[in-house]
Antibody, heavy 116, light 107 residues
Framework: EVQLVQSGAEVKKPGESLKISCRGS????????IGWVRQMPGKGLEWIGT????????RYSPSFQGQVTISVDRSISTAYLQWSSLKTSDTAMYYC?????????WGQGTLVTVSS | SYELTQPPSVSVSPGQTARITCSGD??????TYWYQQKPGQVPVLVIS???ERPSGIPERFSGAGSGTTATLTISGVQAEDEADYYC??????????FGTGTKVTVL
């Protein structure tokens, strides 16, 4: 069974750093792109970017380029989304998804709250 | 940046037909996918590759594409179809993008 399990909810202060994770299982992790999606409170889905675990090829949506970093550790079948300096506007639910032309399996989501 | 435009809301009575459009210049170059999201839940794929219905999705859901517009149709709407719906495709560089989202209200 394909599963993507994300790390737990986070509460941070503005300016702090953060790295959330997404562990895949039940399939060949290195053979499928992993994408990250943001959903701000009461708002729509926004595509952040994708990474190919096989060679770490990473592509960002223009709106998120330079704002976040996507990475992967293939040895533990885990993808990451990280911020170096959080803003209150980063408060959102973040989903990872296995991507094969489109997101076909989703993680449960990680709620990130940034507040002073 | 590239955008996929959807109407913010669609209201429909039970048993009627709901149509949701998704407009984007690059739609002719990539497949369109449609997702349903209910409050507090992960999105669920309801239409794949413009018009294919995944296993387990009711026959009342259908999709079609024509040029720069894709359409999701829900025929014989039921109360359980009340949700947010998002189209998803890619821009000319192959970067994925979601539509702006449509809230379907069943009256």
């Amino acid at each position: 069974e394909v599963q993507l399990v994300q790390s737990g909810a986070e509460v941070k202060k503005p300016g702090e750093s953060l790295k959330i994770s997404c562990r895949g299982s039940g399939y060949s992790f290195g053979a499928y792109w992993i994408g990250w999606v943001r959903q701000m409170p009461g708002k729509g889905l926004e595509w952040i970017g994708t990474i190919y675990p096989g060679d770490s090829d990473t592509r960002y949506s223009p709106s998120f380029q330079g704002q976040v970093t996507i990475s992967v550790d293939r040895s533990i079948s885990t993808a990451y989304l990280q911020w170096s300096s959080l803003k209150t506007s980063d408060t959102a639910m973040y989903y990872c998804a296995r991507t094969h032309g489109h997101p076909d399996y989703w993680g449960q989501g990680t709620l990130v709250t940034v507040s002073s | 940046s590239y955008e996929l435009t959807q109407p913010p809301s669609v209201s429909v009575s039970p048993g009627q037909t709901a149509r949701i459009t998704c407009s984007g210049d690059a739609l002719p170059e990539h497949y369109t996918y449609w997702y349903q999201q209910k409050p507090g839940q992960v999105p669920v794929l309801v239409i794949s590759k413009d018009s294919e219905r995944p296993s387990g999705i009711p026959e009342r859901f259908s999709g079609a594409g024509s040029g720069t517009t894709a359409t999701l149709t829900i025929s014989g709407v039921q109360a359980e179809d009340e949700a947010d719906y998002y189209c998803q495709s890619a821009d000319r560089s192959g970067i994925y993008v979601f539509g702006t989202g449509t809230k379907v209200t069943v009256l």
